[in-house]
């Protein structure tokens, strides 16, 4: 089992940026894949961005694509998101998870087995 605790969150203005990041412990962090999903209310946790064990490949939902970036630090067993130019809907609670499998890449939220408690972000007008 891994812990996740997310951090990075808060109250910003359409255009800024943030970084989240994601600090896990429990187990061989660099063995998993690692992604971000978000909720915002009234809608469905949604698929952000993911990366793979190695940090070689990573997937983007089409609403972030070249505004968020996601990387890794297998050394600091911590997984980050950096969002850009951000606008009132990516306004939602982000959640940091964790591969089931190692060494396997996913996307979609049951390839992922742990995840964190959140953390809110929220872009104002």
């Known amino acids: 089992q891994v812990q996740l605790v997310e951090s990075g969150g808060g109250l910003v203005q359409a255009g800024d940026s943030l970084r989240l990041s994601c600090a896990a412990s429990?187990?061989?962090?660099?063995?998993?894949?690692m992604g971000w999903f978000r909720q915002a209310p009234g809608k469905e946790r949604e698929f952000v961005a993911a990366?793979?064990?190695?940090?070689?490949?990573?997937a983007y939902a089409d609403s972030v694509k070249g505004r968020f970036t996601i990387s890794r630090d297998n050394a600091k067993n911590t997984v980050y998101l950096q969002m850009n130019s951000l606008k009132p809907e990516d306004t939602a609670i982000y959640y940091c998870?964790?591969?089931?499998?190692?060494?396997?890449?996913?996307?979609?939220?049951?390839?992922?087995?742990?995840w964190g408690q959140g953390t809110q972000v929220t872009v104002s007008s």
């Open positions: 429990g187990r061989t962090f660099r063995n998993y894949g």
């Open positions: 990366i793979s064990s190695s940090g070689g490949t990573t």
């Open positions: 998870a964790a591969g089931r499998r190692e060494f396997q890449f996913a996307s979609a939220p049951t390839g992922f087995g742990s």
